[in-house]
């Protein structure tokens, strides 16, 4: 049987799932033939978000859900391929990105770790699995993040068209294509959705603002924005990264400390902006004008967007839907992109992106044989 097929999966900071998407690949150029979503069950969830923060056993739980995560990673690529109506011996590979649940690459030693056992994917799919993507790039003394930057160079950038593709996830981040592959550039800006999520699951169960409807009803306090945009990240030079160990709902807690007055959609208001602020002092720093189209959950989220479009107010903004791919998917299809590459022997980083010595060939073959 002719392989032709590459499978990308996708669990990212905000732990809303695991999306997995059948491509094929013209050059670069990518067709979405099936995608899928597979929901994290509720007890793997809760053992997940404890594994993203120090505690007891973490050994043990990490080597448990090592093994879960793959199991369900998995799960999804069977599921994708019976709703394809594709056989698994038409795949040239599966790349996986993995759950990240620590990514401390500013330490003197810096390290990423993402859980999801991809040998585990390849017993249980009969598909070879390309994995841990992240680790050459900081052994390279790179931040191993943000990856997708390559793959937006190579899919979305024009010639003479000023472009960022923004992000939005769990953490939020841009790519800048100014229309010169030598200056592309992209980094984490902060938070995406991840303290908007953690707040209405705390205060209202509710995994996520749908629409950003709880944060328009609230007003955003201007003094409690202002301390949240003093913390030191936000000033960083790139490139930078960051994730749940840095922005999380304990920390979440201790900035509130002095906000305790404000009602609840006031506070869900104030993370909104947040991110909405963040996400457009890096824009303008890049560039006053130009084009920015957003994937990712944010992208759905439309009083982010709206909020967005008043800061940006000379950008075109939109979703990667424009230039023909669902937002949902971008990252999925990134990840199979960069599986293409590996199996290619083509590099996957961008050096001027994550700060690495060179570019590498990056990710490892787990066989399914």
Known sequence: MNKSYYIGLMSGTSMDGVDAVLVKFSGDTPSLIEHHSEDIPAALLRNLQKLCLPGNDEINRLGHLDRAVGKLFAKAVNVLLDKAGVDKLAVIAIGSHGQT??????????????????NTIAAETGIDVIADFRRKDIALGGQGAPLVPAFHQHVFATPKHKRIILNIGGIANITYLPGNTDAVTGFDTGPGNTLMDAWIQYQQELPFDKDGAWAKAGTTDDKMLQHL??????????????????FNQAWLEQQL???????DADIQSTLLDL???SIANDTLALST????????GGAYNTELMCRLKQLLPHYKITTTA????NPQWVEGIAFAWLAMRF???????????????????????????
Request: charged share 15%; hydrophobic share 40%; aromatic share 8%.
């Open 343 to 369: 199996h290619l022997g083509l590099p996957g980083n961008l050096p001027a992106v994550t700060g690495a010595s060179r570019t590498a060939l990056l990710g490892g073959k787990f066989s399914a044989l």
């Open 257 to 263: 400390a002095d906000f305790n007055h404000l009602s």
């Open 275 to 277: 991110t909405c602020f």
């Open 322 to 325: 424009e230039l023909g791919i």
């Open 101 to 118: 649940v620590r990514h401390m690459p500013n330490l003197e030693m810096g390290f990423t770790l993402q859980i999801g056992d991809p």
């Open 289 to 296: 004008a130009g084009e920015m189209y957003v994937c990712g």
């Open 229 to 246: 945009l003093s913390h030191p990240y936000f000033a960083l030079n790139a490139p930078k990264s960051t994730g749940r160990e840095l």
